[in-house]
């Protein structure tokens, strides 16, 4: 009988008229458990929690709060094998890359614990004789969370974790897809001590994403997913005046100098593009090579991909685990199907690939003679399907790197120093890397993209505070 998990309101584990049922995506004939899907008055109910639960909540001191969020962190801690290995079953993600998630998750609830402590106002002298200025930050309200599957707890962990160190009040809805792991976070913060109402989770499709976001009892919306759901929760956040933090798409280009390491080069473009099986909207998806190692990097990216194993999640000899489901499994066949038909030379891959048996397995995929008309340059794959452009020289691998809408992560191979600094100052993207693939990020900074990327303040360290606070200033006088 699989686990069946409720939803988180008011402090209790609420059932539903309905469940909906996950699967493994490495093998369909495994469920992984039944959820409670959550109604439009479930989600009023939690926002109502919520509201009355923030005016205590904002004012516990700052150490009760470091409290609770240090607890979580050690729990997830002491659980990383058994939360990656759920986190694997439903996701699809292997098993080290479940296991980096999870701990990454844990650092990031130690460092919000140290936040809750640390957050600083500045004061000034008033431009007045005799007035000080003292300029607060105070929590923004209830924050709805909106998260999607790719990385299913990591995601929910960088959001809640600052919105309850500055004193905000919590309501997470995952993707349906992976709601196992999500309600995993939900249940270590219960026996954290998180107080009723403070943290909730309401589980459900898109309509229960969508009545939190209508809902005026909701002060702001952060949400990680598509650019056109991110398009329709903007619509109808701003409109009522949510604050609004949107973490979206990316086409990260991946650049090779003429005088990069090739072997360290290669391997971040492997990594890069096709581990977390491209699941990422950091995902290395085109690689601009300089001409005169054009034809010799390809030849070493083909040999490397070859070599990679597509396989069960579990299975310790997988380097890449299957799609998350079978409607992503079209999805991103379709690219590859049509890819030729755009111009694209076909190098390597691409099939959907009919074992191991059940599950959504598609082979890593490289197209030749990028362009970027071709449809898999414009729009995100969100698949191991990888473009590779040829560049005549770096001012024109440059060119082709920020012809795109998004800009959230981008990479330069380089051994020089003039060329790595003239990458990084042309960037149109939000986060830049130099002989490091696009994908990987650190905690305590900024993490987020610009132009069809992102929307509103950036996520984590110096980020996340000016999202999940809101300033006060106070002109003081005798
Ligand atoms: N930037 C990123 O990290 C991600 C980008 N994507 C991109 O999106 C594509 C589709 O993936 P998908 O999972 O469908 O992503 P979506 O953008 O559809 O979903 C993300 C989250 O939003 C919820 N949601 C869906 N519709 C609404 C709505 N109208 N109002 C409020 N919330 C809503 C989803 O719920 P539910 O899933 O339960 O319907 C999920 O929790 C991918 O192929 C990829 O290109 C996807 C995931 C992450
Ligand atoms: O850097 C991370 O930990 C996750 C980034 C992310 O969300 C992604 O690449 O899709």
């Known amino acids: 009988m699989p686990q069946v998990r409720n939803n988180y309101i008011d ?16 093998d369909t004939t495994e469920v992984i458990g039944r959820f409670a899907m959550a109604t439009a008055s479930d989600v009023h109910d939690a ?11 904002k004012e516990t001191s700052p150490q009760q709060r470091f409290d609770i969020l240090d607890r979580a962190a050690d729990a997830i801690a002491r659980r990383t094998q058994e939360l990656a290995t759920l986190l694997a079953r439903e996701e699809g993600k292997t098993l080290p890359e479940a296991v980096a998630e999870v701990t990454k998750a844990a650092h990031t609830f130690k460092y919000f614990a140290g936040e809750a402590v640390r957050l600083a106002g500045a004061s000034l002298r008033s431009v007045r004789k005799g007035v000080d200025v003292d ?3 105070e929590a923004v309200g209830v924050v709805g969370l909106i998260t999607p599957w790719n990385f299913p707890f990591s995601i929910p962990a960088w959001k809640s974790a600052p919105a309850l160190a500055y004193g905000n009040c919590v309501i997470l809805k995952p993707s349906e897809l992976t709601n196992a792991i999500a309600w995993e976070l939900a249940s270590i913060l219960h026996e954290a001590g998180v107080p009723r109402g403070v943290f909730q989770m ?7 994403g969508s009545a939190l976001v209508a809902d005026p009892g909701v002060d702001a919306i952060s949400f990680t997913g598509s650019g056109a759901v991110g398009g329709k929760i903007a619509a109808q956040a701003v409109v009522r005046g949510a604050k609004l933090q949107l973490e979206l798409g990316g086409k990260n280009p991946l650049v090779i100098a003429d005088d990069a390491d090739q072997d360290k080069a290669v391997d971040a473009a492997v990594r890069g593009a096709f581990y977390s099986t491209g699941q990422r909207c950091t995902a290395s998806s085109r690689i601009i090579v300089d001409a005169v190692v054009h034809d010799s990097f390809v030849e070493r990216l083909v040999e490397r991909t070859a070599k990679l194993r597509v396989g069960h999640a579990l299975d310790a000899t997988s380097d890449i685990g299957p799609l998350v489901s079978a409607a992503q499994l079209q999805r991103v066949s379709r690219y590859a199907e049509a890819a030729p038909y755009d111009g694209a030379h076909h190098a390597f891959g691409g099939r959907v690939l ?4 059940n599950g ?7 197209f030749l003679d990028g362009d970027m008309r071709q449809s898999i340059n414009r729009e995100e794959v969100f698949g191991p399907i990888v473009s590779v452009f040829k560049a005549t020289d770096l001012d024109d691998a440059i060119r082709i790197a920020n012809a795109t809408e998004f800009g959230l992560s981008a990479g330069i191979f380089t051994g020089s120093h003039a060329k790595a600094r003239a990458f990084m100052r042309a ?8 002989n490091l693939p696009t994908v990987g990020s650190d905690y305590h900074v900024p993490f987020g993209g610009r132009g069809a990327s992102a929307y509103g303040p950036k996520e984590m360290g110096l980020g996340a505070v000016e999202f999940f606070t809101q300033t006060k200033t106070a002109y003081i006088a005798d």
């Open 354 to 357: 009919e074992a191991p048996a």
């Open 135 to 137: 300029v607060r930050r």
């Open 360 to 366: 959504h397995y598609f082979e890593p995929a490289i």
């Open 427 to 434: 960037s149109n993207s939000g986060m830049v890397m130099v």
């Open 47 to 57: 926002v109502a929690a919520a509201r009355k639960a923030l005016g205590d909540w």
């Open 11 to 26: 402090g209790a584990w609420r059932s539903a008229e309905h469940f909906s049922e996950g699967r493994n995506p490495s």
């Open 202 to 208: 309401v589980m459900g499709g898109g309509d229960v």
